[in-house]
């Protein structure tokens, strides 16, 4: 696909066409209350040169790795990209952000999205997944949505140890909607407490978090006996797919549903995005997803061909019989964890979790010999919750003064967990860095 700017000419035939003279006549409709009536206050514009300035400046003021030693995670991870998934990226044929709808001029587009789609299947244990989402926190949301629609039940339950920002996206897209969100516990081992779930009734759907945000591994395969026993389905997020390397995938656990964010699988962290909305779930289940489907069928003359197919969004159906209003896919962000996961394969995707579980549980021990206390008891992968003595805001403060970013604190989102803090630990920290970490903590 290529994109022309429109030249002046070009912008007066068209005015023409439609019977206006200005651009603004075609906001005519708008009230003037809403519409701005003064230019807007921006600087004059830079040189490339002075530009690339700024930019630098802006980037200076943050503290990033490799000048920084990063141990923060809480859903944006830092990771090594192979080198293949750049060069893909930087194709031509593939930088575009939306989904092709032309397929005999995007065969390789679309062709590129649906091994993105085999990928997801088999790595979240699923039969289907579609061409994605924006991030991880629209589709734990869009899952819950899903499972009113195919239930037609009116309560959906989430946990508590659910990352903060997706229970916050959850709770905005059903804050119009009149359906109650029941929130459930976490136990003293940093899982979430099940008990609750028992003898609920008119739920739609359960949604827990794998590995959750204090890192813990959840107890997938009771949580769904449990969800299942009242008619309910459950949906499975996570924001480290990572996981799924090592421990057991949703799919085999009885998820009907996995969703979550898949940045730490070929993306860069970018100050925060983009992000990546991955979602699968079973063929019995196909026609309330969301977003849209890449196909494969044969043409006039027999050849396999690449299309879209249930694209049933509201632009495309009637509105009422739509199930999403996602308007597009993150097609390169698709094609970054494509590459990534076909350049890993599934043997040095274990591998990598392994290495990434080993280098978390070597700070982890570390800490505690340290006399430190590792707050949850559960299994975890790659960040866990230590608790700091009292005070330790001021040592955060010291060590980032050393280019040391010490973790998150987690008294901002759960206050009862004061003086804890979530460090994550991946493939790119050294055990130079790790115990470097540990004297600072300990001076």
């Known amino acids: 696909m290529r994109y022309l700017p429109h030249t002046e000419e070009d912008i007066a035939s068209m005015l023409e066409t439609v019977g206006v003279e200005h651009l603004e006549d075609l906001y005519s409709t708008v009230p003037s209350g809403c519409r701005r009536s003064t230019p807007l206050n921006l600087p004059e514009p830079l040189s490339e040169w002075e530009l690339d300035n700024h930019m630098s400046g802006l980037a200076a003021t943050m503290g990033a790795s490799p000048e920084y030693t990063v141990f923060l995670g809480a859903g944006n991870y830092e990771h090594f990209i192979p080198e293949s998934v750049r060069y893909l990226l930087s194709r031509s044929e593939f930088v575009t952000a939306y989904t092709p709808y032309q397929p005999e001029l995007s065969q390789g587009t679309l062709q590129a999205i649906y091994e993105y789609q085999t990928l997801v299947s088999r790595l979240l244990g699923m039969e289907i997944a579609n061409a994605s989402l924006y991030d991880g926190a629209s589709a734990l949301a869009e899952a819950l949505l899903m499972t009113v629609r195919i239930t037609h039940k009116e309560k959906i339950v989430i946990s508590g140890a659910v990352h903060p ?50 890192g813990c591994i959840e107890q997938l395969s009771q949580a769904a006996e449990i969800t299942h026993s009242f008619g309910a389905l459950f949906v499975t ?6 996981a799924y390397g090592l421990y057991k995938n949703p799919g085999i656990q009885g998820a009907d549903i ?10 860069p962290q970018s100050f925060g995005g983009p992000g990546l909305g ?26 396999r061909g690449f299309v879209l197919t249930l694209a049933t969004r509201e ?12 308007c597009t896919n993150g097609s390169l962000c698709a094609l970054a964890t494509a590459t990534y996961l076909a350049s890993l394969g599934r043997t040095g995707l274990g591998e ?6 080993d280098k978390s549980e070597y700070l982890k021990a570390a800490l505690r010999s340290a006399g ?19 005070g330790f805001d001021a040592v955060y403060d010291r060590l980032l003064q050393k280019k040391i970013i010490a973790g ?12 804890c803090w979530l460090l994550c630990v991946t493939e790119t920290k050294t055990r130079e860095q790790m115990d470097r970490l540990v004297r600072e903590v300990k001076a």
């Open 278 to 303: 991955m979602f699968a779930t079973f063929m019995k289940h196909v026609r309330s997803i969301p977003g849209r489907l890449v196909g494969l069928s044969r043409d006039v003359s027999g050849k």
């Open 408 to 419: 998150t604190r987690l008294a901002r989102y759960y206050p009862e967990l004061e003086n």
């Open 165 to 214: 920002a997706y229970r916050q996206v959850v709770r905005t897209y059903f804050s119009s909607t009149g359906y109650e969100i029941i929130e459930l516990p976490y136990l003293e081992d940093g899982r979430t407490d099940l008990s609750a779930l028992r003898g609920m009734q008119d739920v739609a759907g359960v949604a827990l978090q794998s590995p959750n945000f204090f």
């Open 237 to 242: 997020a996570f924001s480290e797919p990572l």
């Open 352 to 357: 990598l979790a392994r290495l990434n579980f």
């Open 315 to 326: 632009q495309h159906i009637r509105r009422e019989k739509a199930t999403s209003n996602i």
């Open 372 to 390: 430190f206390r590792i707050r949850f008891s559960s299994p975890t992968f790659n960040e866990f919750v230590v608790e700091f003595p009292p």
């Open 258 to 267: 996995a969703c979550g964010e898949g940045q730490s699988m070929g993306i």
